[in-house]
């Protein structure tokens, strides 16, 4: 299941890409080649330092929208930017894309040759009599395959992610590893799982009493509920080992595995705080007022998991998978 | 009533790491446990663990990754939105629904992006931000929890995942449109 689920993420990503780089291509999204007439108010004049103009291009948002489409702008443009000339007498244009700019040009910006900046030719540049402003008409920097581009670099950036998450989960890993292990030792592991017993061996009949997989699932699960992922991650990825070892066939998934991920994936936490400092952030009147939802809605999701996992265990299907060959 | 429960779960998750050190480090010394040298012995184990989840890791991100950054997410919110308004579930909310199994962070700035927009109170800022709280990132979990057990083939794990995420949002969806609605 995993494997079509894997492989149709890729798939469907890299087709939508595609899709949306022939639409942006057909219905030319960013105006490639398409001269754009702009005021530019003038800052800076060429002098016997310096050979380029700087300045601020002026634009409504209307005219904006007008030229890249409706929604490309949301405020009147003031965009800094500076005009060098080449020895051939070419004006080039030069835009440091930044917080204020349009929309439009921070996408574009995005997938430009150098990150942040676009350029543009100017065709043609009129200054006003005072000298303090002038008419431009210049040509954007063709954009192409801003979708397939911006696939690509997730691709890479994500892998390295996995491995920096992976790395960044070694301390707090051996930590939690070294404490439980002090807990075994003392024999605190196999009292926590005897007070929780009528619990656990519902939940995993084929976990046997005692085994310290349900020492570390309690405990992940207690952190879980207390929102202290720090401490989950490592007891859950511990109480997975140990269950492996109990695994008849390595590589493939038991029952109690998919029921412990279940309670994971529901993920019943009795204070959601990321949600409610966001909502306090946001200035809202009652952050907390998503608690109770929150534990109705993750209480239900882990209910729902667990039932599903002990339906579905018995499909043929999922079945298989599980006996053991007696060749 | 709600108060009191937030300040005491609020207490007991800052109190429960230091109490587990002390009650288990305790514990094995009342034990006469040699605690550091035992704890070095497990702690040993972390480096592996860590190492080995990330090829899998790696290949649930990237995937996820492609899929966020081609706009598919888009397509698919456009494509299922007139069933969902059938629920009463706003179109925006379904973006969350679609996000959260999948990125954490994606669904963080998902939930944070319809808050500003929408306001932390509204309809849809209240469902969203109890939909980030009823589910966990399923795939996320899955990479990880199976990479450290070096599991390949997942059986019935994503239908279940899956299966309790959908009902954690339609759980979601009822229990806010019923009380703010």
């Not at chain 2, 587990?20 to 305790?26: A, R």
Request: charged share 15%; proline share 4%.
């Amino acid at each position: 299941m995993l494997n079509y689920i894997w492989i149709s993420l890729i798939a469907l990503g890299i087709l939508a890409a595609a899709a949306g780089d022939v639409a942006d291509e057909a219905g030319n999204t960013y105006r490639n080649g398409i001269p754009l007439d702009v005021r530019f108010e003038v800052a800076k004049h060429p002098s016997a330092l310096r050979s380029t103009w700087e300045g601020t291009i002026v634009l409504s948002a209307g005219e904006f929208n007008m030229f890249y489409g409706p929604g490309a702008a949301d405020s009147a443009v003031r965009q800094p930017a500076v005009i060098s000339v080449d020895a051939s007498g070419r004006r080039a244009l030069v835009i440091a894309v930044g917080e204020s700019s349009p929309l439009r040009w921070k996408e574009m910006a995005r997938h430009a040759a150098e990150k942040d900046r676009l350029t543009a030719s100017v065709e043609s540049m009129k200054l006003s009599e005072d000298e303090t402003a002038a008419s431009l008409r210049m040509v954007m920097e063709p954009v192409r395959f801003v979708k397939l581009k911006a696939v690509t670099a997730a691709a890479l950036d994500c892998a390295a992610a996995a491995v920096s998450i992976s790395i960044g989960l070694i301390g707090v890993m051996a930590l939690w590893l070294g404490v439980m292990k002090v807990g075994e030792e003392a024999g605190l592991l196999k009292f926590i799982t005897r007070l929780l017993e009528p619990l656990t061996r519902r939940l995993f009949p084929d976990v046997p009493r005692d085994h310290p997989a349900l020492a570390a699932m309690i405990m992940n699960i207690a952190a879980n509920m207390l929102g202290l992922s720090n401490a989950a991650t490592p007891m859950g990825l511990k109480a997975m080992e140990e269950l492996n070892r109990l695994n008849p066939r390595l590589g493939t998934a038991t029952n109690a595995m998919v029921t412990f991920l279940a309670i994971n994936t529901g993920g019943l936490v009795l204070i959601p705080a990321t949600a409610i400092a966001v909502r306090a952030a946001a200035g809202s009147a009652n952050p907390g007022i998503i608690i109770g939802t929150s534990i109705i809605g993750s209480g239900c999701a882990t209910v729902v998991g667990i039932a599903a996992s002990r339906i579905l265990q018995r499909l043929p299907r999922y079945r298989r998978g599980m006996e053991v060959d007696n060749g | 009533m709600a108060e009191f429960f937030r300040g005491l779960i609020n207490t007991l998750a800052v109190a429960a790491i230091p109490l587990v050190f002390v009650v288990f480090l305790g514990w094995g010394i009342l034990k006469k446990v040699k605690v550091y040298e035992v704890f070095v012995e497990g702690a040993k184990e972390g480096f592996t663990t860590a190492v080995r989840i990330i090829p899998y890791l790696v290949a649930m991100l990237v995937a996820i990754g492609i899929f966020r950054a081609s706009g598919a997410l888009d397509l698919l919110t456009k494509f299922l939105a007139p069933v969902t308004a059938l629920i009463g579930m706003p179109s925006e909310t379904l973006a969350m629904a679609l996000m959260r199994p999948l990125s954490g962070s994606g669904s963080l700035g998902v939930m944070t992006e319809l808050m500003k927009v929408h306001g932390p109170d509204s309809l849809i800022g209240i469902m969203a931000s109890t939909m980030y709280g009823s589910s966990e990132t399923t795939f996320y979990v899955l990479a990880v929890y199976f990479g450290a057990a070096g599991i390949k083939n997942t059986r019935h794990a994503v239908p279940v995942g899956v299966i309790a995420d959908v009902a954690g949002m339609l759980a979601a969806v009822w229990v806010v449109n019923l009380l703010f609605r």
